[in-house]
């Protein structure tokens, strides 16, 4: 997802700054070219060697010394860079970062800077909250190309607990793919719903299916890094609920993408204690009743302008079945997936599909990720 994407990493003197190899090692297995900028301080925490290692570059933490690349590598980085992260950012750093003071490697590379930047502070609770802080940190906020993050709460390295950690690794990663990913959907309001829905047979048991939902959260996130507002419905809820959640939410949303797998039927009667075994059978009989068909609700309160799409999960007339279903249900696009590959479908990290338009064209897609399964399904979405 970052194959070819050049990202330049700041480093300064805070303990958080042992998490940033991994962070530069997952970096480098997501296909960027990494390099780093670190403050001195920072080097008292992380080595040269561990950084110059998972990089495959040589660290710019001296102005002046003679195994830079450039002789004013300050600017030289900020031209190469496609964007850059500071983590973990301390107090000091901020104030000097937001009063344009530039006396050392990471802040005069910051200095020349006009690409996205990405800032994670990190610092003892107190110093977070010091007026000069969160004065330096509303005014980085304020500039267009920077994405300001706020400290997490939790255990701090000086033995107290409070806001002052920087954010998780994972975190900083979503952020990094966020501010490179252009805002080709910003001002958009999409609904989708993800995951299984379950239905009660008694307090301890429900009907239900093998998603896991990964589908629907890969589109969630990639509706975000393309700025839309997203309303995700999922969790433990039943059809009947997911519908009443969906029909509300696609009142003002401009697309709609139905990626959870919502049972068709659920129990006529749910009992109000465990059911037992019994002695006197060995079988045991549901009767089951229909639930409302999501796709079809929002079909028949589709207004002009907005998009509808929906999935199927087939396992034969594949194309047949899910041309039906689109035309049945007044969708826009379906996603058709299939169980008859290998890593497509329920519970895994990729998937196959092919996509089935209203004007009877399809698309057919090779095995790959869901995250580069959402951003397909999205580029073949045309917004009004």
């Not at 080097?43 to 110059?52: A, M, W």
């Not at 909250?129 to 300001?148: E, F, G």
């Not at 993800?194 to 509706?223: H, W």
Request: glycine share 6%; charged share 20%; proline share 3%.
């Amino acid at each position: 997802m970052l194959t070819g994407k050049h990202i330049l990493v700041g480093i300064s003197g805070g303990i958080a700054a042992y998490k940033i190899p991994e962070l530069i090692r997952l970096l480098v297995k997501a296909g960027a070219d990494v390099r780093v900028a670190t403050t001195r301080h920072a080097l008292e925490f992380v080595t040269d060697t561990t950084l110059r290692t998972l990089s495959g570059h040589t660290v710019y933490s001296d102005v002046f010394a003679s195994v830079n690349a450039h002789a004013t590598e300050h600017i030289s980085l900020p031209e190469w860079a496609d964007l850059m992260l500071v983590a973990p950012a301390t107090a000091n750093v901020l104030g000097k970062m937001a009063a344009g003071i530039a006396d050392d490697a990471l802040t005069t590379t910051f200095a020349a800077m006009r690409k996205p930047v990405v800032i994670a502070p990190a610092m003892n609770d107190k110093m977070y909250a010091s007026p000069a802080t969160q004065q330096a940190m509303r005014t980085l906020s304020q500039w267009s190309n920077i994405t300001m993050l706020d400290c997490a709460e939790g255990p701090l390295a000086c033995g107290t607990t409070g806001k002052g950690r920087m954010q998780e690794i994972e975190v900083l990663l979503e952020e990094v793919y966020s501010a490179l990913t252009p805002k080709t959907w910003a001002g958009k309001r999409v609904l989708i719903t993800a995951g299984p829905t379950i239905e009660k047979l008694d307090p301890v048991r429900y009907i239900s299916n093998f998603s896991t939902g990964k589908m629907g959260l890969a589109l969630a996130q990639e509706c975000r890094r393309r700025g839309a507002e997203v309303t995700l419905v999922m969790g433990q809820m039943s059809a009947r609920e997911m519908c009443e959640q969906a029909t509300a939410g696609f009142a003002d949303a401009d697309v709609a993408i139905l990626a959870a797998a919502v049972a068709d039927y659920r129990p006529v009667e749910q009992a109000a204690t465990k059911i037992k075994k019994t002695a006197e059978s060995s079988q045991m009989t549901l009767c089951l009743t229909e639930n409302p068909d999501i796709a079809a609700t929002l079909g028949q309160q589709k207004r002009a302008g907005q998009v509808l799409v929906g999935f199927a999960l087939e396992t034969d007339h594949e194309i047949e079945n899910a041309q039906r279903k689109l035309t049945k249900k007044n969708l826009d696009m379906i996603v058709l997936n299939s169980l008859q590959d290998k890593g497509a479908g329920f519970g895994c990290d990729t998937n196959k599909v092919t996509l089935l338009f209203h004007d009877g064209s399809q698309k057919n897609y090779p095995l790959q990720s869901k995250e580069a399964v959402a951003a397909v399904i999205l580029d073949n979405i045309t917004l009004s």
